[in-house]
C-alpha cells in the first residue's frame, strides 16, 4: 500500500540554522514526489516536485530510492519558512495522491 | 493561473442536515479530489474523480457522496451531517496524464465546515 510518513510533528529552529524536514515513503513503482506548503490562513501550494530538481525559496530535496525519502532541506532558515509542510506522493497508476500527515516548521527569531 | 474555486469559506451546519460543497476548476483538468484535513492526520482522500460521471472511493468515504456531471465540477455531499464531520475540506484538481510537467494538484482555499 502507499503510504507517506513525516516522523516530526513540529520542528522548532532558530533563524539562519539548518532545516531538514523529513519524508519517507512506500511505493512499489516509480513515484511522482512533491513538497506542498501551507502559510497561515493560504491555500495548499506546491513547493517542489522530485522530477524538476528545482530550488524554491532555498529548499531542495532529492530523491532516493534505496531509502525511499524525500527530505526537504534549507541551509538557513528564514521567520517566513513557518508554515505547514506536507509531503504528497502522487500514485502514477490511480492517479490520485497520498499525503503525509505533515510537519509544522516553526523558525524562531 | 490555475483556479479552483470552492463555494464557501466557511459553513454551519446542524446535525442531520444534508449539505453540499461545490467546487470549481478552470484548467480542463481531467481529475478531481476532495480532501479532509485535520490536525495531526494531514489530508486524507474522501473521492477522486477521473472523469465526469466517473468516481472513486478514497480513504474514508463513509457518509459522503460526489457528483460529477460536469468536467469543471465537482460536489461533495453529506447525507446526513454529523459532528465527526466537522473538518476543513479541501477540493484539488490535477491532470489526468502522466510524464508531463504540472502533474501536481491545484488546490482551493477550503471550506471550514462546523456541525452542531
Known amino acids: 500500500a502507499q503510504r507517506v510518513t513525516q516522523p516530526e510533528k513540529l520542528l522548532s529552529v532558530f533563524k539562519g540554522a539548518p532545516v531538514e524536514l523529513k519524508c519517507n515513503y512506500s511505493y512499489s513503482g516509480s513515484p511522482e514526489l512533491f513538497w506542498y506548503v501551507q502559510y497561515s490562513r493560504q491555500r495548499l501550494q506546491l513547493l517542489l516536485r522530485h522530477i524538476s530538481r528545482e530550488s524554491i525559496k532555498g529548499f531542495t530535496a532529492d530523491l532516493n530510492k534505496g531509502e525511499t525519502s524525500f527530505h526537504l532541506k534549507k541551509p538557513f532558515a528564514q521567520e517566513e519558512d513557518s508554515a505547514m509542510y506536507y509531503c504528497a506522493l502522487r500514485d502514477n497508476y490511480g492517479q490520485n495522491f497520498v499525503f503525509g500527515p505533515g510537519t509544522r516548521l516553526s523558525v524562531l527569531p | 493561473d490555475v483556479k479552483v474555486t470552492q463555494s464557501s469559506r466557511y459553513l454551519v451546519k446542524r446535525t442531520g442536515e444534508k449539505v453540499f460543497l461545490e467546487c470549481v476548476q478552470d484548467?480542463?483538468?481531467?481529475?478531481m479530489f476532495w480532501y479532509r484535513q485535520d490536525p495531526g492526520l494531514g489530508l486524507r482522500l474522501i473521492y477522486f474523480s477521473y472523469d465526469v460521471k466517473m468516481k472513486e472511493k478514497g480513504d474514508i468515504p463513509e457518509g459522503y457522496s460526489v457528483s460529477r456531471e460536469k468536467k469543471e465540477r465537482f460536489s461533495l455531499i453529506l447525507e446526513s451531517a454529523s459532528t465527526n464531520q466537522t473538518s476543513m475540506y479541501l477540493c484539488a484538481s490535477g491532470t489526468g496524464k502522466t510524464y508531463v510537467m504540472n502533474t501536481e494538484a491545484f488546490f482551493g482555499q477550503g471550506t471550514r465546515l462546523t456541525v452542531v
Open positions: 484548467m480542463d483538468h481531467e481529475n
